[in-house]
């Protein structure tokens, strides 16, 4: 079979695979332009403006905006540590038992999503900011670890076995001829995770784990569109400012 028909029985098949999901789930699209619909998605958007910006709102959502920093900067701190340490028993570094056991704790961490995590960590911690950093460091710990495991077998080990050949201990061949080699990488995964935390943590609050996420949360649920919008905004601005600063770090970095 050559290969234009390959692509039109691919293409085929995706198409069929869409009008299929579209079927099963029974999505009508056009109730959305049907009968009073776009007059009620109008008047509920407008219902949002103006943003309240009233100084004792404002001033709630700049703690919750600190809040939400907080929890995904220091959940993505706890991650990088347990990361680095489990990646050295995932890239095999001691053994293959130990590779095994890493990489299955790696791929369990990382299959559940925080939203899952966040919601298991409000039972046993209870409501608060310490749950979505424990949920947010579970979940990137599995993603990190096997990030900079591969990072570390795929360094080269000639500078490592250079300084056990001239009297190195182990430790202090890694410190000096693996970590320089793997550490930009290291540090350029950390701060793109950090990036993609900053959006979970402010999306955490909707079970409850903190934030901005529990404040728009809260606002939604009393009807208080106005305030959505200003909390909205400040979730806009904060992933802003974090992406453009990461962005900035991973260009001094590289």
């Keep these: ?15 069929t695979a869409i009008i299929a999901s579209f079927l099963y789930l029974s999505m009508d699209l056009g109730a959305l332009t049907r009968g ?30 600190l809040e939400t920093l907080a929890i995904s900067a220091v959940g993505t701190l706890l991650a990088v540590i347990a990361g680095a340490i489990i990646s050295l028993l995932a890239a095999g570094r001691l053994g293959e038992i ?13 299959s559940v999503p925080e939203l899952v995590w966040a919601a298991l960590m409000v039972l046993a911690a209870g409501l608060g900011p310490f749950a979505g950093t424990l949920a947010i460091a579970l979940h990137t710990t599995g993603v990190l670890g096997r990030l900079f495991a591969e990072a570390l077998e795929n360094s080269p080990r000639q500078p490592a076995r250079a300084l056990q050949d001239s009297g190195a ?24 995770r950090w990036e993609n935390n900053i959006r979970m943590a402010a999306v955490l609050g909707f ?3 903190g934030g901005l996420g529990q404040m ?39």
């Design 1 to 15: 079979m050559n290969r234009p028909w390959q692509t039109l029985i691919l293409i085929g098949s995706i198409l």
């Design 36 to 65: 009073d619909g776009p007059a009620q998605m109008a008047t509920y958007a407008q219902s949002f403006f103006p943003p309240d910006t009233s100084a004792p709102w404002l001033r709630k959502i700049g703690w919750g905006l």
């Design 98 to 110: 130990a590779r095994g056991l890493a990489r299955l704790l790696l791929n369990a961490l990382r």
């Design 169 to 192: 201990g182990a430790t202090a061949a890694f410190f000096y001829g693996t970590l320089p080699n793997v550490l930009p990488q290291w540090l350029s995964y950390s701060l793109y």
């Design 207 to 209: 079970v409850g784990a």
């Design 216 to 254: 728009l949360y809260v606002t939604l649920s009393l009807f208080q569109q106005s305030r959505a919008l200003s909390v909205i905004l400040a979730m806009l601005l904060l992933v802003l400012a974090v992406d453009g600063l990461s962005a900035w770090l991973r260009r001094r970095l590289a």
